[in-house]
């Protein structure tokens, strides 16, 4: 499975952007997709997953400002990022597993065995 991230880029504090992670390759019909980030100097954390049953967890900072969501294609997960705050600057990274759970969510790096490369998103204030 290859995983493909965009659309980062710098957006002022409460401004908008949308990230896209492309699966190819092998796929499968029970996954989780989530997106983590990577802050300057801060160790990599979880931000947001998608289940293959549509079930979704947000880390409690972004509750309410994003949104977790598979394209019609259903290789492709999107996280819509409202109300940015100059603590949303990362790199952002979408990573994959096979997971057929139906209410258990991966919340940490290990969990996942497939990563695609980073994507910056920076807000100013």
């Known amino acids: 499975v290859q995983l493909q991230a965009s659309g980062g880029g710098l957006v002022q504090a409460g401004g908008s952007l949308r990230l896209s992670c492309a699966a190819s390759?092998?796929?499968?019909?029970?996954?989780?997709m989530a997106w983590f980030r990577q802050a300057p100097g801060k160790e990599r954390e979880f931000v947001a997953c998608f289940k293959w049953n549509g079930g979704t967890y947000y880390v409690d900072s972004v509750k309410g400002r994003f949104t977790i969501s598979r394209g019609n294609a259903k290789n492709t997960v999107y996280l819509q990022m409202n109300s940015l705050k100059p603590e949303d600057t990362a790199v952002y990274y979408c990573?994959?597993?096979?997971?057929?759970?139906?209410?258990?969510?991966?919340?940490?790096?290990?969990?996942?065995?497939?990563w695609g490369q980073g994507t910056q998103v920076t807000v100013s204030s």
């Open positions: 390759g092998r796929t499968f019909s029970t996954f989780t």
């Open positions: 990573a994959a597993e096979i997971d057929d759970s139906v209410n258990y969510y991966p919340l940490r790096e290990r969990d996942y065995d497939y």
